[in-house]
Nanobody
């Protein structure tokens, strides 16, 4: 059973920074994308940022210019650097990997990010 282990969440004041990290407990073959989703209380889960194995990235419009995603496909790790945090960034953040070889998604357990005003 492969697990994705997340770290780096917490409480920060508006304007502050946090760095989320995610690592797979064992190697996963044929990973196509690695990314971060978030789910605020009472809302659906949304894609925050994703990096493909060709290095291309995509971001939620509201985080562009503030968040940066980086993935290491050799180590199956992904980090999300979050700067200039806003109260509306408050949510549970989930790490996600998609393996085309396995034909499935892998999810982390979630880490809480709380931004106070």
């Amino acid at each position: 059973q492969v697990n994705l282990v997340e770290s780096g969440g917490g409480l920060v004041q508006a304007g502050g920074s946090l760095r989320l990290s995610c690592a797979a407990s064992e190697a996963i073959s044929s990973v196509l994308t690695m990314g971060w989703y978030r789910q605020a209380s009472g809302k659906g889960r949304e894609l925050v940022a994703r990096v493909r194995n060709d290095g291309s990235t995509e971001y939620l419009d509201s985080v562009k210019g503030r968040f940066t995603i980086a993935g290491d496909y050799a180590k199956t790790t992904v980090v999300l650097q979050m700067n200039s945090l806003k109260p509306e960034d408050t949510a549970v953040y989930y790490c996600n990997l998609y393996s085309w070889g396995k034909g499935r998604d892998y999810w982390g357990q979630g880490t809480q990010v709380t931004v106070s005003s």
